[in-house]
């Protein structure tokens, strides 16, 4: 872990070197360094256990998230976004992102080019621990897409290459949502392939998903299914979500539940048959918050595993 942390310091300091470098030259040009470039980030410090059946057990105390991201305004057309990641099994830093916007101030029309996330799944989860969802459609490829929005209705069309042969633009994507009224909202979405993304079968893919908010509560749900090629088994995925904004022990925070499932994913691989997820969030301070929560997972071989998380959350 110090070996880590000592690690990020170091290409940290050297970034903050450069930035401040480009901050003095840039200092003479209209606007400035600070006024055209956004800095942000995360660091999540995660405690867990878990016991399986059989008695099986595990704990550790680690660096979960390390994020660090850039958002540069080139001029009032072009912005560019790039996510620098934390890869824990690799231990080593990841350009995850880095895509342009492209689109004049007064259009509802923008493109955005680059390696950019697949807007495909929605995943509205106040949970930490992300739904099944999650794990088979956090898709991050090069992609090209054009979007069009006003207060009522986002569209969008894109391509990338994200299945089989992965130089190739082959798979399109669409979506849309709809705000039908204030908290409440719809939205659908297709993809014509997912072959070999996170190991899902070769087929058009669609997806279904609502919200709605009122005071401090927020339900959401989202339902994908899998129109697998050559085969008769289809792969379905479901997510429930609910969270509840409220005082916890004098602070701001939330309590949350989770519920997600997947049907006939027996062959894809380390996919769950369902994940259940119960907890608490309570503000510590500014940009920081600590997550209490239970996990309980089954396989498809019905193995249970019970975990334990206690999440130390902070942005900047």
Do not use: C
Not at 96 to 119: F, H, M, Q, R, W
Not at 191 to 198: F, G, P, R, T
């Amino acid at each position: 872990m110090k070996a880590r942390i000592a690690q990020l310091e170091s290409q940290l300091a050297a970034q903050q070197a450069t930035i401040a470098k480009q901050e003095t030259v840039s200092s003479t040009n209209s606007g400035g360094f600070a006024d055209n470039v956004a800095v942000s980030g995360a660091v999540e410090i995660l405690a867990t256990h878990s016991e399986e059946d059989g008695g099986n057990s595990t704990n550790d105390v680690l660096l979960d998230t390390f994020e660090l991201g850039i958002e540069a305004k080139i001029n009032e057309n072009v912005t560019l976004s790039s996510l620098v990641e934390y890869d824990s099994d690799a231990e080593k830093l990841d350009v995850t992102e880095a895509y342009a916007v492209i689109g004049a101030p007064d259009s509802n029309l923008s493109l955005t080019v680059g390696k950019a996330p697949v807007p495909f799944a929605v995943i509205n989860s106040n949970s930490w621990t992300d739904p099944l969802t999650d794990d088979a459609f956090d898709i991050k490829e090069g992609m090209a897409m054009v979007s069009w929005g006003n207060d009522s209705v986002t569209l969008d069309a894109y391509t990338f290459n994200g299945a089989e042969d992965g130089d190739t633009l082959d798979t399109i994507g669409l979506g849309a949502d709809f705000a039908v009224t204030e908290g409440l909202s719809f939205g659908a979405g297709y993809l014509s392939d997912v072959a070999d993304l996170n190991g899902l079968p070769a087929g058009d893919t669609w997806r279904v998903n609502g919200l709605y908010e009122v005071g401090a509560l927020a339900l959401s749900a989202e339902y994908i299914d899998i129109d697998a090629d050559n085969t008769s088994i289809d792969p379905t995925f479901l997510h429930l979500n609910a969270g509840y904004a409220t005082n916890v022990f004098g602070a701001d925070g939330q309590i949350f539940a989770g519920y997600s499932e997947t049907d006939d994913g027996q062959n894809v691989t380390d996919l769950a048959e369902e994940r259940i997820v119960l907890g608490v969030e309570r503000s510590f301070g500014e940009n920081a918050s600590v997550v209490a929560e239970y996990v309980r997972e089954e396989s498809y071989s019905n193995e249970e595993t019970d975990t334990l998380n206690l999440v130390l959350v902070t942005e900047f």
